[in-house]
Nanobody
């Protein structure tokens, strides 16, 4: 069964931190590259960061140096530590394999709101 469950979002002031967590079913997580994505109101979903099964990482320019992606292969989880948050980071955050299209299954996401 396909399952993606994101958690950890919330309301935070600019400069604050949040840690997001994603629990993925094995058929998605397994040896796939996993990513965190976000979608702000009125904008397309975009990749924030991705991580290989060997924990090699890549980040969008807008978050590099502030966000850190990690994974636990034994638990099928992938986390996103977000520091120095900015109002422009406000979005619904999703995890999924990378790459993923709008035709893939997506979870409900978790809302992150950063106030100025």
């Amino acid at each position: 069964q396909v399952q993606l469950v994101e958690s950890g979002g919330g309301l935070v002031q600019a400069g604050g931190s949040l840690r997001l967590s994603c629990a993925a079913s094995g058929n998605i997580f397994s040896t796939n590259v996993m990513g965190w994505y976000r979608q702000a109101p009125g904008k397309q979903r975009e990749l924030v960061a991705h991580i290989t099964s060997g924990s090699s990482t890549n980040y969008a320019d807008s978050v590099r140096g502030r966000f850190t992606i990690s994974r636990d292969n034994a638990k099928n989880t992938v986390d996103l530590q977000m520091n120095s948050l900015k109002p422009e980071d406000t979005a619904v955050y999703y995890c999924n394999r990378w790459p993923a299209s709008e035709y893939n299954y997506w979870g409900q996401g978790t809302q992150v709101t950063v106030s100025s």
